[in-house]
């Protein structure tokens, strides 16, 4: 069984967002984890309910969090 009702959640919460910093026709850049939670997901479906398409980049936070305790704050490759 499958329940969908988070994303009448996602569509109510649209109509909350404003449109001077989230514009209806809008394409969106998403930057985030992918997986395997719902925040992709969620981002996506508000981003299509809204009229644009949603590009995503994948990051990983577990990449970040080592990063960070090596000190590593900018990364040059």
Known sequence: MVIEDHWTDYEL?????????????????????SGPRRLRLAV?????????ICFCIDL?????VKLLKKGKIAVHR
């Open 13 to 33: 919460f649209s109509d909350t967002l404003p449109d001077k910093y989230f514009p209806k026709g809008a394409n969106w850049l998403m930057l985030g984890p």
């Open 44 to 52: 996506e479906h508000l981003c299509q309910h809204r009229g644009g």
């Open 60 to 64: 990983d936070p577990r990449w970040v």
